[in-house]
């Protein structure tokens, strides 16, 4: 029976969604021909081997010994593949990627290359603006002025640079150079740059899944977000309060709904993606005009989350995805 090492945590403002992620992932990887480590990183960095998905830090800790792999007491973690589940900075970012890639322990999310591109929203609009749109925007260190932004339009949306989970996000419909100061500083905290980007104000927010099948490259049907009321807030994402709720397939015709599932196949491919992503854009409903919003390589995987939603609509059962995502990446002897 090979041994999957089930990685959540990590220090990130996304923590505990990835506890979540992990609890839903195990529960289905329980049912699979499997043997399941669980292995905790904890808001301080320190990796556990747990006996169950909890926020609680308990377990024994893990050494790491670069070129060799986990240890505990000097006994070596046997390992065959490593499902990474958690999300945001140090596990979505590339760094985890690396230091796994560093122990020779093969895993199921994008390599250190791709998941550090797509973690950067302004690198991943120039390596795709060939394929597909992309909104127009600002990325700065430093706080922009109102005449720096002048361009891109009466309402700006401004988010962290490199962040997920709609944390420190801010939408300016009053443009002036105190709204933009307060954008910039909630922004700030979680990302070194911050993007600014035109809001487009009659929208659909569409999102689209796609992950590795052997050989293959499996497209979800897309699905769409209604009654936002706004920016789409960690909040709304994660409130059982919220009144956002996830529609799939989206109310779009069919040739739109084939031309994202297109698309989606063309950009997981060209940025040498693996494992499984979600894609998510923007659908302008004035112009028709389908834009990249972004792409999360680690996408959130709770009962709630858009993927697993995007799964079940699209008649794939989840356990036949965790399947397709470890058997291709799998260690082969």
Not at 61 to 86: H, T, V, Y
Not at 146 to 170: C, D, Q, Y
Not at 258 to 286: E, M, T, V
């Amino acid at each position: 029976m090979k041994n999957i090492a089930l990685i959540y945590g990590a220090r990130s403002s996304e923590h505990e969604v990835s506890i979540n992620s992990a609890k839903n992932i195990y529960t289905q990887l329980q049912k699979l021909d499997y043997n399941i480590l669980l292995i905790k990183i904890t808001k301080q960095g320190t990796f556990l081997l747990t006996e169950a998905v909890s926020l609680e830090n308990s377990g024994e800790e893990i050494e790491i010994k670069m070129g060799r792999g986990f240890f505990i007491n000097n006994q070596k973690l046997s390992i065959d593949l490593c499902f990474i589940i958690a999300h945001g900075s140090e596990g979505e970012d590339g760094k985890l990627q690396g230091l796994l890639d560093m122990i020779d322990l093969p895993y199921t999310s994008a390599s250190l290359l791709g998941s550090a591109i797509c973690m950067s929203k302004e690198l991943t609009k120039i390596l795709v603006e060939k394929y597909i749109n992309t909104v127009p925007g600002i990325s700065t260190l430093v706080c922009p002025t109102l005449n720096t932004l002048k361009n891109l339009g009466n309402k700006i949306f401004v988010k962290p640079e490199a962040g997920g989970s709609s944390f420190g996000i801010s939408l300016l419909s009053e443009l002036n150079n105190n709204n933009i100061i307060k954008a910039f500083e909630k922004a700030k905290k979680y990302s070194e740059k911050v993007l600014f980007e035109t809001y487009i104000e009659n929208r659909m927010e569409i999102d689209c899944g796609v992950f590795q099948d052997g050989e293959n490259i499996q497209v979800t049907l897309p699905g769409t977000i209604t009654n936002i009321q706004g920016p789409l807030t960690y909040c709304k994402k994660y409130s059982t309060l919220s009144k956002a709720f996830f529609v799939c397939p989206a109310p779009i015709s069919q040739k739109q709904i084939s031309n994202i599932q297109k698309q989606s196949k063309i950009l997981f491919q060209a940025l040498n993606l693996k494992g499984f992503a979600r894609l998510d854009y923007f659908l302008d409903l004035d112009s028709n005009i389908l834009y990249l919003n972004e792409i999360n390589t680690i996408p959130g995987m709770t009962e709630q989350s858009h993927f697993p939603i995007m799964l079940k609509e699209s008649g794939i059962p989840i356990t036949n995805f965790l399947k397709a995502l470890i058997e291709t990446n799998i260690r082969k002897i």
